[in-house]
């Protein structure tokens, strides 16, 4: 209980000791009450820090991690000691003065605003006092004021504060750090943010329970256990295969943290070296864990079965990790603990976020690249990927915005001793040069270049094992395409149809399927836009009739497969003909590795290795793209598409992987244009009324890559320059709220119906894992303009949802989650009678996913 002090400082607010201040309250049956000081917390939140370190391997941990890195995060809450912040506890308790409005906090930040003016005005190094403040996430504003500040309680409660660092820096042993570089600052500001999550978690809740045995505790229970791994397996072992020359390459030449480059053909067997690669990192302690960044959230979840594969095979059999190896929303049913954040209802608990943080994730390259951006807790997953193995796979030639991110990516990696490796099959030499910083002199196809932080420079050239012929046709209408898909699955071959948008893929899927059922013929339809148990269904059924485990039944019926760009990324699957709306040259070789992708697998009889290509006459698509390309040039830059369609045209045959390196060069190669392609080049450099040009994009990237200035919310963060999807849908049949049990029951898209409390404490924290894991496979993932209307915060939360998912900031009035009911007919329908969309009916069925259908 807070004894106040008869001193008054010279502010108008009395003094209170900073060993009496509170930083917590505490939940008791009688009702809130205040918790640990914080004094205790602070120094918890030390130990935690210095925990996380000892955890990392020795190697990495000296060159991660500056000495007294622990006291910046032990010294996040000093801010704590105002008397604002004070008041807030009193007040939340029921012992408040009414004097202090505590709400006024927000003008400067609250108490991270008051961390970090403390800091400054005590001398502590550079970086640390924004590093304080910005242990929440944004930047505070606190620009023009000082610790002494009578908002802040004057000279006397700033005296209590440098009190407090003083005893902070007692108890642990420790001074400030001096961090050397800006990335540095931010794996600092990351485990100060993590630290706090923890010191804050159940572990520590109770002001009463001793705390310093729960140190090592809290962090085994939120997944800081350094992973042990199988002694020295060969390649073969791992795979059950023995590495191709080129793989072997690859693994020989990742020495040391650093960058290395990775071009060779689709089908080559690129993921498998780089894992192969990290393996052996990681064995030496050179890493800390492995982080697999796919090109998009389009990609399909198979990539996880295959990792989970590798981990299996690698991960020592005692290690508790073992029981981590998991996809999808399984991992929230682990009883990590992760504090409030983490906790389902909490920013960090989405899988996307939390996988930064395990010693092992897929995710995509997206989440990776908000590392190096001004957002909320992008140094959070700076601190995630520190001294792991990064592996970037398939990336292209990627558009101007998300390649300046990609850039200023790689180079934070490198700073913080990661190794990264970069897969691709279609970058162009700019491209290459660009991630790599550096002058190349090497044209050669495949190719390993190499940057070890600790070496120079190497390129070595990859001797070709096998090439393949393509035969190669241009199409201009689709019902030849669409007959040729029929007759060719008729005679039992496997075809493949890759649309650019998900509303054409269901199109198309809807002309074909009536037809092949008729002739029993199986026809399937895979996007991004299906709930988790709808798409995992379906791949499992269709990825593995098309891959390695549907070999012996190809022949019992031929098959058409339709999707998007989903079909095009990581994915072992194999077709007998392939039929393609047009997109740049390198998404089309991308796609041309999903045909005749393995030597061994049986075709009917006759079948001849080709492709067609759905595209427009180049006369026509020069003159006017938008009509030519139809909803592709809403997907892909005008002039990329133009110059691509004419580096095609012509070509009836390919040589793969000889033709890749030509086809690349050719479509992306500056140069100055006449005529209409002038202008479309113009477009693409300075926008148009509805596309931002690419110098506006870097400009873009650059800002946000910029350490002062505003904070973004992650949902304000693109990363990516198209119409990737960014707003999630819960996907419900009813909602009935139960005032009697205090509980809304909600009715999945299966029929099944699951209990929703109002109360938290009515559930334990595994029950909620369960629920939210439940509920987080009714949810999909749309582009904006396609979501339903928003709806009032308090709405969901009167339903419960926010214990299960993270709403927005208080600061919010609406939902960034979206949430919809689906009527026996698939038509989506908004809660409580509200509209459901302005312009479009929505619909959902588990053949055809979400569909925006115009009025």
Not at 683 to 689: A, I, N, Q, V
């Amino acid at each position: 209980m807070i004894r106040r002090s008869k001193q008054v400082s010279d502010g108008e607010f009395p003094v209170v000791s900073f060993a009496e201040c509170p930083a917590k309250t505490f939940l008791t049956n009688s009702g809130l009450r205040q918790g640990r000081s914080v004094l205790n917390h602070c120094q918890i939140v030390g130990e935690v820090a210095k925990e996380i370190i000892a955890r990392y391997p020795f190697e990495l941990r000296a060159k991660l991690f500056p000495d007294g890195a622990v006291l910046a995060a032990a010294s996040h809450d000093i801010g704590k000691v105002s008397p604002f912040f004070l008041e807030k506890i009193l007040q939340a308790c029921g012992q408040g003065s009414g004097r202090i409005n505590p709400q006024l906090e927000r003008e400067w930040g609250g108490h991270a605003g008051v961390s970090e003016v403390t800091a400054k005005a005590l001398g502590a190094p550079r970086y640390v006092p924004e590093i304080l403040g910005q242990h929440h996430g944004f930047s505070p504003q606190v620009a023009g004021r000082r610790a002494h500040d009578d908002v802040f309680g004057g000279l006397m409660w700033q005296q209590e504060r440098e009190a407090l660092v003083q005893e902070l820096k007692a108890r642990l042993g420790v001074d400030w750090p001096q961090i050397e570089s800006i990335p540095q600052a931010r794996l600092v500001a990351g485990l100060t943010s993590v630290s706090d999550w923890i010191g804050s978690g159940q572990f520590f809740e109770n002001p009463a329970v001793p705390w310093l045995d729960n140190i090592v505790r809290s962090l085994d229970e939120a997944g800081f256990i350094l992973p042990t791994y199988q002694p020295s397996l060969s390649f073969q072992e791992v795979f059950e295969f023995d590495p191709r020359p080129a793989q072997q390459q690859l693994i020989d030449a990742v020495i040391a943290p650093g960058v290395y480059v990775l071009e060779a053909p689709m089908g080559m067997g690129k993921t498998e070296a780089a894992l192969y690669a990290a393996y052996r990192m990681l064995k030496g302690g050179h890493a800390s864990g492995i982080y697999f960044a796919l090109p998009t959230q389009l990609t399909s979840n198979k990539i996880y079965e295959r990792f989970n594969a590798f981990l299996s095979q690698v991960v020592a059999n005692g290690c508790q990790h073992r029981s981590l190896l998991l996809h999808g929303s399984a991992w929230m049913l682990q009883e990590s603990e992760m504090g409030e954040e983490g906790s389902p209802g909490g920013a960090w608990f989405h899988h996307a976020k939390r996988g930064l943080l395990a010693p092992f994730a897929v995710g995509t390259v997206d989440q990776a690249l908000m590392a190096a951006m001004n957002v909320k807790h992008g140094f959070v997953r700076a601190f995630g990927l520190a001294g792991k193995v990064v592996i970037l796979d398939e990336v292209h030639t990627y558009d101007a915005y998300t390649g300046t991110l990609l850039d200023a990516l790689v180079e934070l990696l490198r700073a913080l001793h990661c190794t990264v490796i970069i897969l691709s099959a279609t970058l162009s030499r700019d491209r290459r040069q660009q991630l790599l910083n550096c002058d190349l002199d090497c044209d050669a196809y495949p190719l390993i270049t190499a940057l070890p932080n600790s070496e120079s420079k190497s390129e070595r050239a990859i001797p070709v094992e096998f090439s393949h012929h393509v035969h190669i046709r241009l199409w201009e209408q689709d019902r030849p395409a669409i007959d040729e898909a029929i007759v060719r699955a008729s005679g039992g071959q496997q075809v493949l149809w890759i649309e650019n948008s998900i509303a054409d893929a269901q199109e198309r899927y809807l002309d074909i399927a009536a037809r092949a059922v008729e002739l029993g013929l199986d026809c399937g339809l895979l996007h991004s836009r299906f709930t988790a148990d709808d798409r995992q269904g379906i791949e499992d059924q269709w990825v593995g009739l098309f891959g390695k485990p549907g070999r012996e039944q190809r022949h019992l019926r031929g098959r058409i497969l339709v999707g998007t760009q989903v079909l095009e990324q990581s994915l072992d699957i194999d077709a007998d003909f392939l039929i393609s709306r047009f997109a740049p040259t390198d998404m089309i070789l991308q796609r041309l590795g999903r045909l005749w992708r393995h030597p061994c697998t049986p075709r009917p009889v006759l079948t001849r290795c080709e492709a067609w290509l759905l595209a427009p006459s180049l006369e026509c698509a020069v003159a006017a793209p938008q009509q030519a390309f139809g909803s592709t040039a809403f997907v892909y830059s005008p002039y990329v598409l133009c110059r691509s369609l004419e580096v095609w045209q012509g070509l009836t045959a390919l040589q793969l992987p000889n033709d890749i390196r030509q086809l690349i060069e050719q479509t992306y190669i500056s140069r100055s244009e006449e005529g209409l392609l002038a202008t479309y080049l113009h477009e693409l450099d300075h926008g148009t009324r509805w596309r931002t040009g690419r110098h506006a994009m870097r400009q873009l990237a650059r800002v946000t890559l910029a350490e002062s200035g505003n904070t973004l919310p992650e949902s304000k963060a693109q990363t990516r320059y198209s119409e990737a999807d960014s707003y999630e849908v819960l996907l419900l049949r009813q909602i009935s709220l139960v005032p009697d049990q205090e509980s809304s029951w909600l009715t999945l898209l299966n029929g099944d119906k699951v209990a929703l409390p109002w109360d938290r404490h009515r559930l334990s924290k595994g029950d909620w894992r369960k629920l939210s894991a439940c509920l987080m496979r009714q949810v999909i993932s749309v582009r904006p303009q396609d979501a339903p209307l928003q709806v009032a915060i308090n709405i969901l939360k009167k339903i419960g949802l926010h214990h299960c998912f993270y709403l927005g900031s208080p600061e919010q009035d609406e939902a960034i989650l979206r949430v919809a009911l689906v009527d026996e007919m698939g038509v989506l329908h908004g809660i409580q009678g509200s509209r459901i969309h302005d312009k479009y009916t929505l619909n959902y069925r588990n053949d055809l996913g979400y569909r925006v259908i115009k009025n």
